[in-house]
């Protein structure tokens, strides 16, 4: 990373594929409806940061630090959350499309998914424990020797959980949700 320091900027519409993205830390700066799609965001540290409106779809965060970020109505399809820099790591997600996302193996208790579109994201390995996944789709979601411990999955849909394959003491379901830890053996609820 570069010595530049970004502290308490505001970016509106700024077109990241038109004008790159400096190197360096950006620290209590806001992202409003700027579009950094499948740009190269790699080695970059944000630090409680907030991105509004933003489309971050297929973007490239290679290295790049993501402490107390979150993110609100943004499109995020195919992020390589995995690939980030795990040091400090912890994000927050309201209102996004994070569909074909991967956060394989990585270590993110307490993360917050609010009224998110997570079809086909990828946990495999990850820690979620004490997540909670507020009113989310998880259709074909992957959770594989994922721990899942105390999450809360009560007013989530679309799951399927190998209870035997994942950590899950202490998580929460509802009657309506339960199928999905179930479905491998084959029962009926009705």
Do not use: W
């Amino acid at each position: 990373m570069t010595d530049n320091f970004f502290d308490s900027e505001t970016y509106s519409k700024v077109d990241f594929i038109k004008t790159t993205i400096k190197k360096g830390e950006y620290d209590n700066c806001t992202f409003t409806n700027c579009n950094f799609e499948n740009v190269h965001a790699s080695n970059i540290e944000f630090v409680a940061c907030e991105f509004i409106d933003c489309n971050f779809s297929n973007t490239i965060v290679k290295n790049s630090a993501f402490k107390d970020v979150r993110f609100v109505r943004c499109k995020m399809i195919g992020v390589k959350f995995n690939e980030c820099d795990p040091f400090l790591l912890e994000l927050a997600f309201k209102d996004c499309q994070l569909n074909f996302s991967s956060f394989y193996q990585l270590k993110m208790p307490r993360t917050k998914f609010s009224h998110c579109n997570l079809q086909e994201v990828d946990f495999t390995e990850s820690d979620v424990g004490l997540a909670y996944f507020d009113t989310c789709d998880l259709k074909r979601a992957i959770f594989e020797k994922t721990n899942l411990e105390k999450a809360n999955f009560i007013t989530s849909e679309g799951f399927y959980i190998d209870p035997e394959n994942n950590r899950i003491k202490g998580a929460k379901f509802s009657k309506e949700n339960i199928a999905g830890l179930v479905i491998k053996y084959g029962v009926v609820i009705e």
